[in-house]
């Protein structure tokens, strides 16, 4: 990775790569064990993520996620937020912003 990245870049991208030779299950566990502990930096990045995340969940779900996907990923993303919190207050409020919406979208029923 230094080899593209210098030494603090690479490290950052490491810090928020999960381990692909993982199950998906033990990886999202492991995302919310390990959030608190995350660097700012990487705090930052993961909560840009999720807010990303789930802002497309609203606009564009997947077509094979079905209601109950779409809720059981924004509980975990408000589980891995949790550890996130106390970073930047401006990006924590998108983030509520968009579980807030996610959750209203969920609540509306499914879509056409």
């Known amino acids: 990775m230094t080899s593209v990245f210098n030494a603090d870049i690479a490290g950052l991208v490491v810090e928020v790569t999960d381990d692909k030779s993982l199950e998906k299950d033990v990886?999202?566990?492991?995302q919310v064990e390990h959030?608190?502990?995350n660097s700012a930096?990487?705090?930052l990045?993961?909560?840009a993520d999720k807010t990303s995340?789930?802002?497309s969940l609203v606009k564009s779900p997947p077509h094979d996620?079905?209601?109950q996907r779409r809720r059981?990923?924004?509980d975990w993303a408000l589980a891995v937020a949790t550890g996130l919190r106390g970073t930047n207050a401006w990006l924590e409020a998108q983030f509520d912003e968009a579980a807030g919406q996610l959750a209203a979208s969920c609540a509306a029923g499914?879509?056409?």
Do not use: G, T
């Open 110 to 112: 499914p879509r056409p």
């Open 41 to 43: 930096r990487a705090k």
């Open 27 to 30: 990886r999202k566990k492991l």
């Open 72 to 74: 059981e990923y924004l």
């Open 53 to 55: 995340n789930l802002r």
């Open 65 to 67: 996620w079905n209601l």
């Open 45 to 47: 990045i993961k909560l």
């Open 35 to 37: 959030a608190a502990a």
